[in-house]
């Protein structure tokens, strides 16, 4: 315990020494210990490099071997200094490991890491910009997204990925700048939100950042990170700004606003206190009855406001032998709604397979 060793570096206890003296000199720890004035087992801890040197030691040891204190102290110094150097090497080669796990190139195309192919270059870049003091906090399953411990299919490697793009939407949406929080305008905003699912992507998205800007929102929209698996977040900045995140994994016009007012409905709620995850398992996530409630509310929302209740059972009733691509058409012009948007609802309520020839009608963005 007095030497310490990790690959090339060696940390030698002032312990070390003294046990070097004793040997050399041919006497007990006990005869030490009488002329150190201290007992045996501080002798025997000391020389196994059990405890720190002290000041009062020092000073006795260079008494008693006929040296300077300013060596002691050097001897003690350089151990400390090398212990760190060991701790931090060894620290560092787990977190390149767990850098593995990471697909890395996800920062550097967002801009947010320098390219590298030096594991421990990416640690330090992803310590960095996640302020981490170690990368093994993304493992915790506490940290940001909460998930059960006692399900199987929830791994690590979903952990690290999971709390990574989470924290990846925190940070971008810090640095935007909004107005303050105002849920009347958000409210009186929706129409005019819903009303964008006909329109292309290049027209609503910018507008649609824009708007929800002017009421408090800062819209993070980011790539998949490969083993994430969630969909959006939704994190208060304090009482005046919200950051609303979507994941662009599936990228179906049906899969973006039904998640998009999924989030939107968790911003109503103003839980400013809570973070709010969706996963595409939600049987992973630590849900308690509060949570649960707020999930089903933020799904009626984003229901209910894409097709109305009403006029989506009278569709249903109309069409008793199924449903067309010509019936779907027509009554997602009557509601003013991408047809896919409906084609996605039916399938939901297992009114359609998810292998249906109206898939046709499903369409994909691109948002940049």
């Known amino acids: 315990m007095n030497k310490i060793e990790y690959e090339e570096l060696i940390a030698f206890h002032p312990g070390y020494y003294v046990k070097d003296y004793i040997e050399d000199q041919g006497i007990t720890q006990e005869e030490l210990a009488k002329r150190l004035q201290t007992t045996p087992k501080y002798v025997s ?4 490099g059990r405890i720190n040197l002290t000041d009062e030691m020092v000073l006795k ?8 204190t300013t060596m002691w102290l050097n001897l003690n110094q350089k151990y400390i200094e090398k212990k760190l150097e060991i701790e931090k090497r060894i620290q560092l080669d787990k977190e390149c490991e767990l850098v593995r796990q990471i697909e890395y190139k996800f920062w550097v195309e967002l801009g947010l890491a320098k390219a590298t192919r030096v594991a421990t270059e990416k640690v330090m870049e992803l310590q960095r910009y996640f302020k981490v003091s170690s990368l093994s906090v993304l493992s915790e399953r506490d940290f940001l997204v909460q998930y059960r411990t006692s399900v199987p299919e929830v791994t690590d490697v979903n952990v690290i990925n999971a709390n990574a793009w989470v924290q990846t939407a ?15 305008k958000l409210s009186a905003a929706i129409p005019e939100i819903r009303s964008m699912t006909v329109q292309d992507p290049k027209k609503f998205y910018p507008r649609l950042k824009e708007l929800l800007a002017s009421c408090g929102v800062a819209l993070v929209l980011l790539p998949n990170l490969k ?9 208060w900045l304090g009482k005046d ?3 609303l995140a979507l994941n662009d994994r599936r990228k179906y016009a049906d899969t973006f606003w039904f998640a998009l007012f999924h989030e939107l409905g968790h ?4 839980r400013v206190k809570v973070l709010l995850v969706s996963e595409k398992n939600k049987a992973g ?3 308690d009855a509060l949570i649960q409630k707020l999930e089903t509310e933020a799904d009626l929302f984003s229901q209910d406001t894409l097709i109305p209740k009403d ?9 008793p032998r199924g449903f067309t691509s010509d019936s779907v058409r027509a009554f997602a012009k009557k509601i003013n709604i991408l047809p896919g948007i409906v084609v996605g609802r039916l399938q939901q309520d297992q009114y359609l397979t998810y292998q249906t020839n109206l898939n046709s009608l499903k369409i994909k963005y691109v948002i940049s």
């Open 170 to 184: 925190i940070n971008i949406g810090s640095g935007m700048d909004v107005e303050s929080y105002d849920k009347k």
């Open 227 to 235: 083993n994430c698996g969630v969909n959006g977040a939704v994190k």
């Open 267 to 270: 911003v109503l709620q103003q």
């Open 45 to 48: 801890d000391l020389v196994n």
């Open 285 to 287: 996530l630590e849900t």
């Open 311 to 319: 006029e989506y059972l009278e569709f249903i009733e109309d069409n």
């Open 241 to 243: 700004k919200v950051v």
């Open 61 to 68: 040891l260079s008494i008693v071997f006929g040296t300077s």
